[in-house]
């Protein structure tokens, strides 16, 4: 069983022993460690998309170590209360699978037989999840374009990835459950600081959203403090900062040794209007 769907026709996906088939005939190879490759190429563009390696390492050293285990309870505590046996669950831009697997085994343990399912733009980080968590199912696909049917997720997780709020609504079912993560306004301020002159704060949008209604909110504000080269760099490794910042103010965090940064998330439940 699978609940993706074919991207060039819509219609339903038949999983066989190495590869998923629509009836059109239509035909996508899973790889060795799991995934499905579901983005369509469309003529001449770049050949990777998403996180690199690099990237997808990064922040796996980061998280390993704890750093947004906090948040993640919080996500996980969310993610039960919206819980339901047989549930179909959707993790749209999951990255390497850190919080996904941990709702799936939450849900698991719980006896409620869920159909987990991540989906993310980078293959190096797809290749990571579908690693970590071999019951669940994961496929390259973007967040504006989901590979699955109108109505057909229960519970839809966006953690730190694109707001594709129209398409979003068209894959959850009537009543169905958005668990969605953000940063806040001083969200690894203490990183900025630390690389430039100028140090901004996040924008933080309102939380109301077109078509849904908001059921729960919990902010969470800590610091952290990261010790050691690696640990440093690997946080700022794995944001957008590493590539759009220069030379120079790269530069600065080498001669650091430990960083201490806030953390900062909202938390955010909302139900289908």
């Given at each position: 069983?699978?609940?993706f769907r074919c991207p060039n026709c819509g219609q339903s996906l038949t999983r066989e022993p190495h590869?998923?088939?629509?009836?059109?005939?239509?035909?996508?190879d899973l790889a060795k460690s799991g995934y499905v490759n579901l983005l369509l190429s469309?003529?001449?563009?770049?050949?990777?998309?998403?996180?690199?390696?690099?990237?997808?390492?990064a922040r796996s050293t980061f998280l390993q170590k704890g750093h947004y285990a906090p948040m993640r309870q919080e996500l996980l505590r969310q993610g039960l209360a919206a819980a339901s046996e047989n549930m179909v669950v959707l993790d749209a831009g999951c990255g390497e699978g850190?919080?996904?697997?941990?709702?799936?085994?939450?849900?698991?343990?719980?006896?409620?037989?869920?159909?987990?399912?991540?989906?993310?733009?980078?293959?190096?980080?797809?290749?990571?999840?579908?690693?970590?968590?071999?019951?669940?199912?994961?496929?390259?696909?973007?967040?504006?374009?989901?590979?699955?049917?109108?109505?057909?997720?229960?519970?839809?997780l966006s953690v730190f990835a694109p707001y594709c709020g129209?398409?979003?609504?068209?894959?959850?079912?009537?009543?169905?459950?958005?668990l969605m993560v953000i940063p806040l306004e001083n969200h690894l301020y203490g990183l900025k600081q630390a690389i430039y002159e100028k140090p901004y704060r996040n924008e933080v949008k309102p939380y109301d959203l077109p078509?849904?209604?908001?059921?729960?909110?919990?902010?969470?504000?800590?610091?952290i403090t990261l010790h050691g080269q690696e640990e440093i760099e690997s946080l700022f490794m794995m944001t957008p900062y590493y590539y759009k910042t220069g030379a120079a103010d790269r530069q600065k965090l080498l001669t650091k040794t430990t960083l201490t940064t806030p953390a900062e998330f909202a938390v955010l439940r909302y139900k289908k209007i």
């Open positions: 069983m699978t609940i590869r998923l088939v629509c009836p059109a005939g239509h035909s996508f469309h003529g001449a563009g770049p050949k990777h998309h998403g996180d690199d390696k690099r990237m997808v390492k850190y919080y996904t697997a941990a709702l799936a085994e939450l849900l698991r343990q719980q006896g409620l037989c869920p159909h987990v399912a991540g989906i993310d733009i980078s293959k190096e980080a797809l290749q990571e999840a579908a690693k970590r968590d071999r019951q669940s199912e994961y496929a390259v696909a973007s967040c504006f374009h989901l590979p699955v049917g109108d109505g057909s997720i229960d519970l839809l129209e398409e979003f609504l068209r894959v959850l079912r009537p009543g169905g459950s958005f078509g849904f209604r908001l059921e729960e909110c919990r902010e969470l504000r800590y610091q």
